[in-house]
């Protein structure tokens, strides 16, 4: 009984909302187009349960083993999965401030079950975020909390980017939108990419998880989050473009993830939403 009502409190917890272009059945523009109609259907239902253990409590610099059992509603494992990006299931890992991200993949082991390893770089509350698609039903996104022990580190506060450009891996990015973000607006998130040395354009990104790059955006308090794939996922730069939604007014982190010479390179983002 007691695991019942826990799962209960997992499939309530995974209720978060989802908008932007982050479905994936359509591809490039068409993405675009079929957003509104798909907006509706991954609204999280009571599909599945998941159940999320790990082989020992997890503990700062050490690498635990998840395990992410996906049963359907009458308790029975989830068979198969479709792909989605090049992946059966993409798992999201936060510290609760939402200063350490992690972005994997965990590997299906049949009768719904999936497993990876999890790297945890200090102690505290990190959030996951499991989003997979069942073979017969629509995008899921569900969460679990989990308490890593051992070394702390001082909590990070997240105050909005005065200056929307980065330097990364001798690359230089700078987000930028076409208006004004605004709560329940759709906006466009354009991703420039220079080399931080010369300033020529980059020209050369690679394809990611089949996309030119791939944004998570996750709200302060963790509760809202968007995964957005772009509106031309075949662009190899300078410029890559996502549209999404902010679903609420407050801070969020913007986390885009793209790939030159064969290495992904994530930029962080902090913006305010009004
Ligand atoms: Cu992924």
């Known amino acids: 009984m007691k695991t019942k009502t826990m799962l209960g409190m997992i499939v309530l917890s995974g209720v978060l909302i989802l908008s932007g272009c982050n479905t ?26 998941l159940e999320w253990s790990f082989n020992q409590s997890p503990v700062a610099n050490q690498e635990g083993m998840l395990t992410i059992q996906v049963n359907d509603h009458s308790g029975k494992p989830v068979q198969d999965f479709k792909m989605n990006h090049e992946k059966k299931m993409h798992l999201i890992v936060v510290s609760e401030d939402l200063a350490t991200f992690e972005h994997i993949h965990p590997e299906f082991k049949g009768q719904g079950r999936f497993e990876v390893m999890v790297p945890f770089a200090s102690a505290g ?26 070394e702390k580190r001082a909590k990070q506060s997240l105050l909005p980017d005065s200056n ?32 931080a040395k010369s300033k020529k354009p980059i020209t050369d990104l690679e ?5 030119v790059g791939h944004v998570v ?58």
């Not at 994936?24 to 599945?48: P, S």
């Not at 989003?131 to 017969?136: L, S």
């Not at 700078?174 to 990419?193: A, I, R």
């Open 207 to 211: 394809p990611y998880l089949g996309a």
């Open 24 to 49: 994936n059945e359509t591809k490039g523009t068409n993405e675009h187009a079929n957003h509104q109609a798909n907006q509706d259907q991954v609204k999280v239902e009571e599909q599945v349960h």
């Open 217 to 274: 955006i996750i709200s302060e308090d963790t509760e809202k989050y968007l995964h957005v794939h772009p509106m031309d996922e075949a662009t190899k730069g300078p410029d890559a473009k996502f549209h999404t939604t902010f679903p609420e007014k407050g801070i969020y982190k913007i986390w885009g993830q793209f790939q030159q010479n064969g290495k992904v390179f994530t930029v962080p983002f902090v913006v305010k939403v009004s």
């Open 164 to 195: 929307l450009t980065k330097v990364i891996d001798g690359k230089e990015i700078t987000l930028s939108f076409d208006k004004q973000v605004k709560v329940n607006e759709e906006v466009m998130l354009n991703f420039q990419f220079k080399d």
């Open 125 to 150: 509350k990190y959030k996951l975020i499991a989003d997979f698609i069942p073979e017969n039903g629509n995008q899921i996104v569900q969460t679990h909390w989990v308490e890593v022990q051992g």
